[in-house]
């Protein structure tokens, strides 16, 4: 399906590409995952991964 995404690998995927600096916090960014358009949040202590109408929650370490 279109909207889905194997989400383990998604989160291998974010702890070895996004940035977990304090400087990178409170924006968003898009990324082509599994052909998959993955709108991120990146807040304090969360990412937040859209994917189609839902919304998951990974932690920032």
Known sequence: ???QIDL?????????TFD???DF???A????????RVYVER???VFNIHVGAVVH???RC
Do not use: I, Q
């Not at 383990?8 to 070895?16: E, G, K, Q, R, V």
């Open 8 to 16: 383990a690998a998604f989160a291998n995927y974010a702890l070895n």
């Open 43 to 45: 807040k304090r202590s």
């Open 25 to 27: 916090e409170d924006d």
């Open 29 to 36: 960014f898009a990324v082509t995952f599994e052909g998959v």
């Open 57 to 59: 929650k990974l932690p």
């Open 1 to 3: 399906m279109l909207n």
């Open 20 to 22: 977990y600096s304090a």
